[in-house]
T-cell receptor, first 114, second 111 residues
């Protein structure tokens, strides 16, 4: 079974702090994704990566950056956390290049910024 | 721009009933459509994936259909159980391999 893990289930940070959210997948997937999920807004894509050291902006990249130094790991970075970044963050992975591949999700990290 | 809509936003039915959840999309140029389940405070679990060339997929008590020409998909749940209570999300994969999401239907099955 595909396994996608996220470093924390719950995280509380203060405004202005630098925050790292880590995601690791164990199925050698090329594609990795970071979403945030907010009530009434559904899932919104922040960034995605098709390969090591590659990254592409999603729909809402402002205030975020990412790092993909190894194939299995995709990190989301909040350079200076703000209260409007309080949200549920979901990481996903899938095989590359061929359409119609499933995305597999991690359990999510609920981030609260005070 | 592709938009995905799920109606209703919430649904409550007695245990044992068969039910249908709806998903519609505005652009028929999709690669696939996926249905996911999300339990409160948890991540997403993939239920069914229908490729653009397919009309339906089945898994146990779940059956998902796809009508690309009309931009509609349905998720049919037979003989509902309290354990089916969750939020159900549909998403379509576009030509950039990205998923476009609906806002979900919150389903409550009453014992």
């Amino acid at each position: 079974d595909v396994k996608v893990t996220q470093s924390s289930r719950y995280l509380v940070k203060r405004t202005g702090e630098k925050v790292f959210l880590e995601c690791v997948q164990d199925m050698d997937h090329e594609n990795m994704f970071w979403y945030r999920q907010d009530p009434g807004l559904g899932l919104r894509l922040i960034y995605f990566s098709y390969d090591v050291k590659m990254k592409e902006k999603g729909d809402i990249p402002e205030g975020y950056s990412v790092s993909r130094e190894k194939k299995e790991r995709f990190s989301l970075i909040l350079e200076s956390a703000s209260t409007n970044q309080t949200s549920m963050y979901l990481c996903a992975s899938s095989l590359r290049g061929v359409a119609s591949n499933e995305q597999f999700f991690g359990p999510g990290t609920r981030l609260t910024v005070l | 721009k592709q938009e995905v809509t799920q109606i209703p936003a919430a649904l409550s039915v007695p245990e044992g009933e068969n039910l249908v959840l709806n998903c519609s999309f505005t652009d028929s140029a999709i690669y696939n459509l996926q249905w996911f389940r999300q339990d409160p405070g948890k991540g997403l679990t993939s239920l069914l994936l229908i490729q653009s060339s397919q009309r339906e997929q089945t898994s146990g008590r779940l059956n998902a259909s796809l009508d690309k020409s009309s931009g509609r998909s349905t998720l049919y749940i037979a003989a509902s159980q309290p354990g089916d209570s969750a939020t159900y999300l549909c998403a379509v994969e576009d030509s950039n391999y990205q998923l476009i999401w609906g806002a979900g239907t919150k389903l409550i099955i009453k014992p």
